[in-house]
T-cell receptor, first 112, second 115 residues
Framework: RKEVEQDPGPFNVPEGATVAFNCTYS??????FFWYRQDCRKEPKLLMS???SGNEDGRFTAQLNRASQYISLLIRDSKLSDSATYLC?????????????FGTGTRLTVIP | DTGVSQNPRHKITKRGQNVTFRCDPI?????LYWYRQTLGQGPEFLTY????????KSRLLSDRFSAERPKGSFSTLEIQRTEQGDSAMYLC?????????????FGDGTRLSIL
């Protein structure tokens, strides 16, 4: 089983729509969770960390459900510039606690 | 530019040749990571350094791969006797080193194509 599983999409949504992505992770003891954004043929960039209580950054809201080992990202009022691949990321365990495991990414296209 | 720097950006080589990539991390970061990414996949962890010490290596890192960080600053990743399956984007990332599972900052990557 992969450490992180995501729906690869693609999600095609109109400008202004609200869209949600989910992912699940396999290691119940993982402590660090992130969403990264990756544009085509570019490097991944940190979008936001995900905290247990949930957190918001402008139009972006991240949620963590430890019991279900589930992470979500909600994007409100989608912009054309939000078109990208969104990577769900968790850290490893034990000696691998400094390693990050990436999902395959969910591709979003925002349509005018 | 004070971000993570990688070079070359692109490398095209024939199967069987050796290649070496360089990564310069953000200057105050003491952890440095190498990842590999193929089309349609997320980055896959290869190895990481805390200062000059290589602390972990993935099973993906066959004995044809070697990484060094001799002075705890820049790092090199060498692939010997390249194979078709080595074609990928090789990404370097760095982090402060203040705790487990902290955010990592990526360079632009080196895209390797094996002919």
């Amino acid at each position: 089983r992969k450490e992180v599983e995501q729906d690869p999409g693609p999600f095609n949504v109109p400008e202004g729509a609200t869209v949600a992505f989910n992912c699940t992770y396999s290691n119940s003891a993982s402590q660090s969770f992130f969403w990264y954004r990756q544009d085509c043929r570019k490097e991944p960039k940190l979008l936001m960390s995900v905290y247990s209580s949930g957190n918001e950054d402008g139009r972006f809201t991240a949620q963590l459900n430890r019991a279900s080992q589930y992470i979500s990202l909600l994007i409100r009022d989608s912009k054309l510039s939000d078109s990208a691949t969104y990577l769900c990321v968790v850290n490893g365990l034990g000696p691998g606690a400094n390693n990050l495991f990436f999902g395959t990414g969910t591709r979003l296209t925002v349509i005018p | 530019d004070t971000g993570v720097s990688q070079n070359p950006r692109h490398k095209i080589t024939k199967r069987g040749q050796n290649v070496t990539f360089r990564c310069d991390p953000i200057s105050e970061h003491n952890r440095l990571y190498w990842y590999r990414q193929t089309l349609g996949q997320g980055p896959e962890f290869l190895t990481y350094f805390q200062n000059e010490a290589q602390l972990e290596k993935s099973r993906l890192l066959s004995d044809r791969f070697s990484a060094e960080r001799p002075k705890g600053s820049f790092s090199t990743l060498e692939i010997q006797r390249t194979e078709q399956g080595d074609s990928a984007m090789y990404l370097c990332a760095s982090s402060l080193g203040t705790g487990p599972g902290e955010p990592q900052h990526f360079g632009d990557g080196t895209r390797l194509s094996i002919l």
